[in-house]
């Protein structure tokens, strides 16, 4: 059969059931498709539906409480290419808020922020701004926030599982290198990028090295890491929460809005509003038994 329907329940909830299950089934063959039979990739979390019909692959024809479902081509699922937005997506800060929290400033900054990853400003000035109004406070400050860093549920063996069947995996972030260096050496990325933070002296600039990585260059990553692994776009899968990924997602063979904003969550089909960065692996086909079971950090 020509497509998949991944139904995806919460780990940390598992919910998904028989029931949950015969109501997918009724759902699409109402709309006139074809379906197989059940195969569960983790008991209770993940199940898969092959069918065919006139739902397009992508899309999501069912719609089910604190489940995820998501329409993936049954061809070419397994993917060698991990390209990941960083902030809200592989860790749950953002880790410019946590700066600006420093300087009694989060509140102003993370409302900048919220606009920006919203696609309700532009993100390049948006940085800018947010930027400047860190000018001076103390390079030694970085250490503080990064040990603010939570991980995201799944982070880990997303990582792990997707790197021991051969993918590359790249953190790409329109945030700063000091902290993708950091999170890139604890859950095993291959590479990273994102903006560098000028300094003097022992306190922060307010600007960051030209040009600033944002969603043209994210899309650049993604094409530039296809193209030096021999690789196309469509065999990669694209990770992120934002507008200024969605050129990125957009563009992968398989793009995931996780728990995204809602502009993105609006464009993007693949999108996981409830399970945690495993979900991805489910996408893929992996079995639970597949996984490269990591703790995160």
């Not at 995820?68 to 808020?97: C, F, H, Y």
């Not at 390079?139 to 063996?157: C, N, Q, S």
């Not at 692994?229 to 990770?239: K, N, Q, R």
């Not at 079995?287 to 079971?293: H, P, S």
Request: hydrophobic share 50%; glycine share 8%.
């Amino acid at each position: 059969m020509k497509n998949i329907l991944v139904l995806i329940s919460t780990a940390a909830q598992a919910a998904l059931n028989e029931g949950a299950i015969r109501n997918a089934i009724d759902v699409l063959r109402a709309q006139g498709a074809t379906v197989g039979l059940p195969n569960w990739l983790a008991p209770e979390i993940a199940c898969e539906l092959p069918f065919d019909g006139s739902a397009m692959p992508m899309a999501t024809p069912v719609a089910m409480t604190a489940i995820d479902a998501v329409v993936v081509p049954a061809v070419g699922r397994r993917k060698r290419l991990l390209v990941a937005d960083m902030e809200s997506t592989i860790i749950q800060n953002e880790m410019l808020d946590e700066l600006a929290d420093f300087l009694g400033l989060r509140e102003r900054i993370a409302a900048i922020t919220a606009r920006a990853m919203n696609g309700e400003i532009d993100f390049a000035a948006a940085l800018k701004e947010r930027v400047g109004l860190l000018k001076g406070l103390a390079v030694a400050r970085l250490d503080e926030a990064a040990r603010r860093i939570r991980y995201t549920r799944g982070a880990a063996t997303l990582v792990a599982t997707m790197k021991k069947h051969g993918a590359h995996c790249a953190l790409v972030s329109g945030g700063f290198t000091y902290f993708t260096a950091l999170v890139r050496k604890a859950l095993g990325f291959d590479t990273d990028d994102a903006n560098v933070l000028k300094q003097e002296g022992g306190t922060l600039a307010g600007t960051v090295e030209p040009p600033i990585l944002g969603k043209e260059a994210k899309l650049a990553t993604l094409q530039r890491l296809a193209a030096e692994h021999g690789l196309s776009t469509t065999e990669a899968v694209g990770v992120g929460d934002g507008a200024n990924d969605l050129p990125m997602l957009k563009a992968a063979g398989l793009g995931v809005a996780f728990h995204a904003k809602p502009v993105v969550a609006a464009e993007v089909p693949a999108r996981i509003d409830h399970g945690d960065l495993t979900s991805l692996l489910y996408l893929q086909g992996y079995r639970q038994a597949d996984f490269v079971e990591r703790e995160d950090p």
